[in-house]
């Protein structure tokens, strides 16, 4: 498992830099965000227009999450595995979450890297 970890932690920021901007559905396929950087690092745009920052130490948190929900094997109510769950994203579910709005986008990427995103735009 920390080799996945390690790979998607160098892949999630080389993901929103080099691609420039790019658009994905959010892990619950409701809506988009848009990710992308620019001098003052990595952002993501909601699609209500809101721009959030990203640090790499939220990646890095959402990244052990997303993986020790993914080895639970859990599935919620829905059907749905966990790590691809929007709300084990939020403080409801994860105390130390970094962001309750970012957080989840984040999964969505990570879910996107490891081909496990249940909606792609592409």
């Not at 001098?39 to 052990?64: A, F, P």
């Amino acid at each position: 498992m920390k080799s996945e970890v390690g790979t998607v932690l160098i892949m999630v920021p080389d993901f929103i830099r080099i691609r420039g901007k790019r658009t994905i559905r959010t892990l619950a396929g409701r809506s988009e965000v848009t990710f992308g950087s620019d001098s003052e690092g990595m952002y993501c745009v909601t699609s209500g227009g809101n721009s959030l920052s990203i640090s790499q130490e939220m990646v890095r948190l959402v990244c052990d999450r997303y993986w020790s929900l993914k080895q639970s094997g859990e599935i919620n109510s829905r059907g749905t595995p966990c790590h691809l769950a929007t709300g084990k994203y939020n403080t409801d579910e994860w105390v130390e979450c970094p962001h309750i709005r970012t957080s989840p986008y984040l999964a969505a990427v990570i879910a996107l890297l490891n081909r496990e995103h249940p909606f792609v735009v592409s």
